[in-house]
């Protein structure tokens, strides 16, 4: 990390893209995927910070795509087209999905970050994005950051050390 580059931050719901020698962090991740596409070649990356599933489960007339699974992925691999990246080239990382709470029903709604990974999974393969590594489930929030110079995704768990993917 040299003085000209800087950490380009991804609330909740929300997503962006950088250019090397620029990184993207997302924190809060607790039942959240955080997906990180990217082209190696080009040095740009895209990360969203997916909340829930399934957009056609939303009962707002006006639908935040950068919220769910099945529209903001495809929200991200259209602005890093845009941006230089090539369709053929992308490659994504995924990590959280923990589930957060502890549950004596066997209900599967509340089963959200195990959806929530299901779901990204699922439209990543539906576009044609082979994911190189995640790091998918347990019960501990993570702070994730990408580098698209090494692409490298350093995963920060809460109260542990953090580790690269």
């Known amino acids: 990390m040299n ?3 800087m950490v380009v931050k991804v609330g909740i719901a929300d997503l962006n893209i950088v250019k ?6 997302t924190s809060g991740l607790g039942s959240c995927v955080g997906v990180v596409i ?5 040095k740009i990356a895209g990360l969203s910070h997916v909340l829930l599933p399934d957009s056609k489960a939303a009962k707002q007339v006006k ?3 950068h919220k769910y699974a099945d529209t903001a992925i ?5 602005l890093l087209l845009e941006n230089g990246a090539r369709k053929y080239a992308l490659k994504a990382k995924i990590a959280g999905g923990a589930q957060m709470f502890q ?7 509340m089963r959200i970050g195990q959806r929530n990974a299901e779901a990204v ?3 990543l393969h539906e576009l044609q994005v082979p994911i190189i590594a995640t790091d998918i489930g347990g019960n501990v929030g993570r702070t994730i950051e990408f580098d698209p110079v090494t692409c490298t995704l350093s995963i920060r768990k809460i109260n542990k050390e953090t580790f690269l993917i």
Do not use: H, M
Request: proline letters at 3%.
């Open 38 to 42: 990217y082209d190696s070649s080009k």
């Open 20 to 25: 090397a020698p620029d990184t993207i962090r």
């Open 63 to 65: 639908v935040n795509e």
């Open 3 to 5: 003085e000209t580059s």
């Open 74 to 78: 495809s929200c991200l691999i259209r």
């Open 121 to 123: 999974k699922q439209k």
């Open 103 to 109: 549950f004596t029903s066997g209900s599967d709604i």
